[in-house]
């Protein structure tokens, strides 16, 4: 399977996704500074990974203390966490994260546990938090392949894929188990401009499966839906309310408009950890805007002339009406989503 | 004005669509097989562009031509009528003006002129042709500035501005219209993929004119509209069926179904010479399907996997029924078109 991201002796290893799919490189972050960093830079993204990372980061940064006493990893551990926290607002499973790692943190010091035995216990956490991701992937999978056609043609956008998670995918993980049940699986793959997962990472991951995949530019989709070339729609999410709004990829909420257009189905595939209850609904989602580079240039080309103004919202909103079903490990929630997601999310595992 | 296409003794000057907006670069075709190449390649492109480079390419050729007899004269013509017709399927002004030029060959020869009369009425019907565009261009505007609000944001997609037009522009044209009435119009431009005439030329040649301009990737006008920043859309079109299906730049239908779910005008702005009465309705448009590596790079770099699969048509459909007026040189058509379009093609110029 890709590995997305490993811990090991030295740090953080996580494949650089800036660079694929033309080049195949792994980036070992060593600090808890450069795990924000590579955060923050999306050497990794997608809202499960960030999670992941942004756990290993907290443990990176307690194993590499001088503290001798708990009172001071205490300090070390709750500065690392902020900056962990600031390095993306949307992905709520940054947040999550960085919740859980904190509750073990106060644990196991509330335990009385010595500073070595807080180290372990919070390296063993982010593993846990890494393995249960994959685990929860591939359960996302199993529920999600029972929504896909014997024969489909699937559009996703962006990438919720093994390089969004710690392995197998969100979205991408439902195609992947739809295939594993012998189902015949064709996917369209929106670019997604302005950093391309689409076209860098999904395409690269899926065709690395042996999964057949077609890039389109973002504006193709409408066009091809029209046509009756797609069967469903999957994607990943980065935050989804309480009441089913989803923040996803900038483009997602475009898609699920043209997918009710054309009654086409319209699924969001997504860990519980993903979930916020505590958000009512989308209106008060952070929406990230990131740097005018990633619109005005595309590698060393520059696209845009000086004096045009420039836009980049990282995400948007996909308010739950458009949303036929969305799909988590621990089942398929479906309308009215403030019941039936607050139901999933409260279910014992 | 930005001189997109000129006549003068050495050939047909026009600037190069496919350098901007990094190179303002002059290319000159000596030959109607210059002329043809530089509209299947794209150095110009826009359907009343097009027409106007057709147009000029045969009289170029004509021009040029060695023949003393007029039967020999119109052999080599219909065979450059050829050329040209099969250098880009869906706009129709192309074949629009070809014909126009045969007329207008038939009709002199017809008359008994000379091969140099002919070679005369040749040139001054391609120059008539670009005169005409400007001009009607200019109605468009006027006609169109008509449906602006005193205070406007406007998307539009692709570029049917001055550079797809001998001069002005069509969509481009109703926000000038609309500016020099005084309004207060502020322009988000669609980048466009996979060419970015939305972020290389709309964005290049409206900054140029002092009008503000902000590009965003194709992807995120959903989220725009939805945040209640746009007033109304305008696009230009390729061919416009009987029926008022409009063919156009690929992502427009996209736009047409998102204005259409946030309740924003969805304006046409195109010349009489688009509108193709002998085409029912859009299904039988033909549509360009064309190089992958528009798709696969940006400039030198590479961003799709080689295993992935590409698609690339150039066009889509927007059916009429999400069309909220077209607005032509003669006047602005509403539903029912097929009486409108039919009215304002027939009028009396």
Not at 43 to 56: D, L, N, Q
Not at 240 to 261: H, M, P, R, S
Not at 285 to 310: F, K, L, S
Request: hydrophobic share 45%; proline share 5%; glycine share 8%.
């Amino acid at each position: 399977m890709l590995p997305t991201i490993e811990w090991n002796d030295e740090g953080v290893v996580m494949i650089d996704q800036r660079k694929l799919p033309g080049a195949e490189v792994y980036v070992t972050c060593k600090s808890p500074k450069e795990v924000a960093r590579a955060i923050k830079t999306m050497v990794i993204r997608g809202a499960p990974a960030i999670g992941v990372a942004a756990a290993m980061g907290l443990a990176l940064g307690v194993r590499s203390s001088k503290a001798t006493g708990t009172q001071k990893l205490a300090t070390e551990f709750y500065r690392v966490c902020e900056v962990m926290a600031a390095t993306r607002p949307t992905a709520v499973n940054l947040f999550w994260a960085i919740d859980r790692m904190k509750r073990v943190f106060a644990e196991s010091a509330g335990a009385g546990q010595s500073v070595d035995q807080i180290k372990v216990r919070l390296e063993s956490e982010a593993r846990m938090i890494h393995d249960e991701d994959v685990a929860s992937c591939r359960a996302m999978g199993a529920h999600g392949a029972t929504l896909v056609p014997e024969t489909a043609r699937v559009l996703t956008h962006c990438n919720a894929g093994a390089l969004a998670t710690a392995g197998y995918g969100t979205a991408l993980g439902v195609i992947r188990g739809a295939v594993e049940l012998g189902k015949k699986v064709v996917v369209m793959a929106d670019e997604t401009r302005p950093f391309l997962q689409g076209a860098r990472l999904t395409a690269w991951e899926l065709t690395r499966d042996g999964i057949d995949t077609t890039v389109i530019t973002d504006n193709m989709s409408g066009a091809i839906m029209r046509a009756g070339e797609i069967d469903l729609v999957v994607v990943g999410a980065d935050r989804i309310a309480a009441n089913g709004d989803v923040a996803n990829k900038i483009g997602t909420y475009t898609v699920a408009v043209l997918a009710k257009e054309h009654g086409i189905p319209f699924y969001v595939a997504a860990p519980i950890s993903t979930i916020d209850l505590a958000t009512p609904d989308g209106s008060t989602i952070p929406i990230e805007e990131r740097n005018a580079r990633e619109v005005t240039h595309v590698g060393p080309t520059r696209i845009t002339p000086a004096a045009a103004h420039v836009r980049n919202p990282a995400f948007d909103v996909t308010p739950n009406r458009y949303v036929t079903a969305i799909i988590t490990e621990r089942g398929i929630a479906r309308a009215p989503y403030f019941v039936s997601l607050k139901d999933l999310v409260t279910l014992e595992p």
